[in-house]
C-alpha cells in the first residue's frame, strides 16, 4: 500500500506543476512570505548550489498515519533544504511554490510575522467509505513548542471540503510561524496518532548530503569566463 501512496503521489505533484527541462534555468527567489533562510543569506551556512543533490521528496518526509486510515506526508519546503533533492524534484517544488507567490504574500500581510516555514502536506485515504481530516489537527512539535497550521493555501480542487474516498489524495500547503526550525529535531501528531519518522535520521540524511553537494558542486567543470 506504502508504494501505491507514494505513486499516487508522486503523480499528483507532477500534475500540479511542469518543470523546465534543464535544472540551471531554476532561478530561486525570495519567497514573498518571508520564509526562513531565503536565498542570499550568505551567513547561513546550510546554503549550498542549486542542481547537486540526489535526494528524493520521500527522504525529507515527516508521515504520520493516524487510527482512522489517513495517512499524512509533509515536507518542508525551506530553500536550504529542497537543494538536496535531484534537480526535477526541486524544480517541481520551486514551481510550486512560485504559483502560489500572490496567495503567499496575502498570508505575509495577514499575520504579520517576520519569517515563515512552509509545508507540502498530502491527505491519503487508504479505507473504504469517506474519511473526514482537519488540517489544523497537523501539530509539529519543535523547539520546546507545538506549531499549528497559521494559514494553508490548497493545491488539489476540493481540499477544503476535507474529505476523501478510498484512494484519494488531497493535497496544500501549510504555513507555520518560522520559528519552527526544520535542522532541529522535531515530530507531528494527526488526531493524536505521533508521527512515525526519526527526524534526527533525517537531520543526518541532510547533513551528509550537503557535504556531498559541495563536493559534486566542487568538482563541477566550471563555465569558460
Known sequence: MHKVTFTLLAALLSACVSAPSVAAQVTPTTLPAGQSGTPGDTLDPNWVP???????QDDLALKVSPATGLQVRAIPLDERVIRLLSPDSYRSLRELLTSK??????????NRL???SIWYVSFFAQE????RFSPQEFIISNTGRDFRPLDMLPITPGFGEYRLRQRDVQSALLIFDGQLDVNQPLSALMESTPSATDWNRVIQRIERERSLVRSRAA???KPPA
Open 114 to 116: 517576520p519569517s515563515y
Open 128 to 131: 473504504q467509505g469517506e474519511t
Open 101 to 110: 507567490d500572490r496567495e503567499l504574500l496575502a498570508v505575509k500581510e495577514r
Open 219 to 221: 568538482a563541477a567543470p
Open 50 to 56: 542549486v542542481g547537486f543533490g540526489t535526494l528524493r
